[in-house]
């Protein structure tokens, strides 16, 4: 939506994306193509996994990123402990 779009101005380091595509949410090829306009330098999925009968493999997702050409990586993070996004590096480092 162009709200989303809006969103670029703001030079976002990292998306994270809704890609289950249910309840007005983004599909897995939806939030690839927002990634492709905001240019972030990560793409992190969500709303999956949580519950059978709403989840999409986010394997999608990081499929949809690089079917179109969007030159930005998916990270798909482990369950449990955290992780710190590194401004100078541009990389997720977890702890």
Known sequence: CP????VKR???GILIGCINGRAGNMSAH????????????LAIPMHYGMFNYNTIDPQVFVEALRIQQVGVPGFLPELGGGYIFDTQANLLQRI
């Open 3 to 6: 709200e989303l779009e809006e």
């Open 10 to 12: 703001f030079r976002p």
């Open 30 to 41: 939806e939030a690839a193509y927002l990634a492709r306009v905001l240019r972030p330098h």
